[in-house]
């Protein structure tokens, strides 16, 4: 690999502006692609399959009328006062007009459900005073019938109006049984409300044809725009998250921070405004390219919101650090006397193949994601993958050809002049203090373990609009629905009951009764009602309102609770119960991640333990990596679950409402991470390991390999840390706790595990760090990753003329 990818190099030297071009081209052919294929992108996260999935399939097979996607409006008055008729009128014109909307099923005036409801109740209250009128009169006329028949029995007209009394009575029996059942229905369904009690605020409901994950992004805009035209007098409207989740800005200030930042650490290391702003180019072409790549197949695939987003802070971080790794090389090569063509060939075969496999490791790991089963998560394990994929190719062909066009400029004029006339000198190497070493592993280990403490209580979540930001319309609706009609009416979930037989009349009233008492009964429940019957009689669907909002532990257990409870024992059999609802979709898709979160961390672990005992032959130092890795991620879990979930730091973080982890989060951190890690554990360690075989004792080549390779690798570490770091202050409320999952890891892993506490480790173990048992030496393939035998190969200087674009190489291949 080495050799191709010095000739590689070479060729690119040579080639420069049509390799530029050619990149150019494919920037161009992707855009033509993307225009003529691109679909939709969802916001919504959907895994198929679960439990509510399944119930809201049989939903818009058996009841499409209260089916499909939703999303809520509040009106609010702005001077607190009751609504006037004026404003109610406001209010119904445009929801009449919503209504009317291409893919909308319904978006009912909150005024009208009130007053129907209020209706009901006193419909209620009447029909209870008739029928206890009634019951009333037929007393009386019994009584006058039992005289009647005392002064004549034998009178035969007695037994007909006898009869008819019976009849009545039975009547009045069947209505009261009716009344009652009905009057049970209403008491616990008092707590659902349109329009609060003290008439300030009303709730409407806007119901789509489509279910939620598939609605039309453009039609969610389109009842947005509708409402922020409307010039209600004195009424404020806002829309939930459900309607506003759209795609997030690819790029913002805390983004563009972050890269500025970036710019100044290159600028730092390598000296030159034109060295810094290669690795900057290399990242954004490749940027370019995959994300209007991927996004060209978004017809065929649908794309959730975050799969660009991740692509695009995996394609800037790991864009920027491979390019850096090549030019740091070259740069380096210069100085020693290296011409230029010949320099960019070894760079590229020699970092270049570091980066590489640096990089074969992080998309091994992103497309492992596709092991879980869902969906989702496997393509944007994909598409990240392809990010790095194409930084990998940016790096090793666009980046030589950019220097070749750069030439001796990459160095400063200081630095060039200094070419040969200096020798470079061995500095002297100390090996760590065996206390230190032990020092450093128990403060390391001690601080991280600390760190990972609040990880304890991790909870996986998805974010409502508690999450959004305090002036966002979201925000606003959510708060005030929980303000006004309590924190469930956040959270509705729907029940779908499946009877054993089908029902009417009364008997289809003792079954909803029955159905919803025992609902009712369920902790965390604040109000439930049948919502839904359709023709057949063979399903009932009942709306319940929790006590606590869509995030709580409360609600959670109640949606375990509903479906422990199923089947329901019944005078007429068993009633079997699914449980639906945006807060049950968002519990069964947080589980689900829960439940593939061991295995996936296991098939990293294994393959970070393959991986690097191909890599340094050594059984030890896969260990040790491994082990690193795990407790650089188990603190950053404790990092993530104290600011997120725990509200630790908030104002720092702008957490200004707590709330469980981003479910795919963790899974997305193992994979990422992993490949970061083996990344810096590859550059660092591959050092002390050609020290090592060059003779030097263990210990001092530990201490040599770090000498070596921490420039770069800290310079590489932080511009990762700040690109991602600028995605912790986005607007959107799903990409802040992943930038600062990702920046917080790398933080960690590499400054604390790969620069202490593995040397430390390694320090320690001394020359039994590199035994291999006899039996692997024989079968494990030696990789020269660091491409040494290119070095040993190529340790002349080449003394061809460079710019002549058709002169053959004179040096041979290796």
Sequence with gaps: MAGLLYRLGRFSAR??????????????????????????????????????????SELADTLPEVSGGS?????????????????????????EQISGFAGVKSATDPFTIDSQLATERQQAVDGREQVLAGQQQLAESQAQLDQLREIDPSNAALAASQAELDASAATLTAQSTQLNLGQQLLDMSTNIRFVSEDQTAALATVQFVDDAFVVPPALKEKVVAATEDATIAGVEVTVSNELVQGVPNLIGPGEIAGIIFAAVVLLALLGTALGAALPLVSALVGIAVTLIGSLAFSGIVQFT?????????????????????????HRTQLKAGTTVPESIGLANGTSGNAVV????????????????GIPFLGLMGTVGAVAVAVAVLVAVTLTPAMLSVAGMRILRTKERRAIGSTEATAASTNAMSMRRAVL??????????????????????????????TTSSQYATFTTIADKFGAGQNGALVIVADLPESASGVMLLQQQVAIATVIAEQDHVSAVAPIGVPSGGDVIAFQIIPTNGPSSVETEELV??????????????????????????????????????????????????????????????????????????????GGLTAIYQLGWLSTI??????????????????????????DYQLFLVSGMREAYAKGAPARIAVQRGLQVGRPVVTAAAIIMVSVFAGFVFSDSSTIRPIGFGLAFGVLIDAFVVRMLLVPAAMTLLGDAVWWMPKCLERVVPNIDVEGSSLERLHAKPDVEDWREPTRELTTSRP
């Design 305 to 329: 919101s975050i799969t660009p987003l991740l692509a695009l802070m995996l394609g800037l971080a790991v864009g920027i650090d491979y390019s850096l790794f090549i030019i740091n090389r």
């Design 440 to 469: 450093t592993l128990i403060a390391g280990i001690a601080v991280l373990g600390s760190v990972a403490l609040p990880a304890l209580g991790m909870r996986l979540g998805l974010p409502d609009g508690s999450s959004e930001a």
């Design 71 to 95: 999303g809520s409006l509040v009106f609010s008055t702005t001077d607190s006062a009751p609504f006037t008729e004026e404003q109610k009128a406001g209010v119904a014109s445009l929801l």
């Design 653 to 678: 973080f702008g957490v200004h409402d707590p709330a469980p982890i981003l479910s795919f989060l963790p899974v997305l951190e193992i994979g990422i991470l992993f490949g970061l890690a083996m």
């Design 15 to 56: 080639r420069r502006w049509t390799v530029i071009l050619s990149w150019l081209l494919i920037i161009a052919l992707s855009g033509v692609g993307y225009s003529l294929f691109a679909g939709t992108i969802s916001p919504s996260i959907t895994i198929p399959g679960t439990p509510t999935a399944k119930v809201a």
């Design 357 to 372: 496999f640096a990089g074969t490791t992080v998309i091994v790991a992103l497309v492992a994601l596709n092991i879980t």
């Design 560 to 637: 375990h609770d509903l479906r422990d409870i199923s089947p329901l024992s019944t005078s007429e059999g068993a009633v079997s119960l699914g449980v639906a609802g945006n807060a049950s979709a968002q519990i069964d898709i947080s589980e689900k991640l829960g439940e593939v979160l061991p295995i996936y961390l296991a098939v990293v672990i294994g393959l970070s333990l393959i991986i690097l005992l191909i890599v340094f032959r050594s059984i030890l130092v896969p260990v040790i990596a491994t082990a690193g890795f795990v407790l650089s991620l188990v603190a950053t879990f």
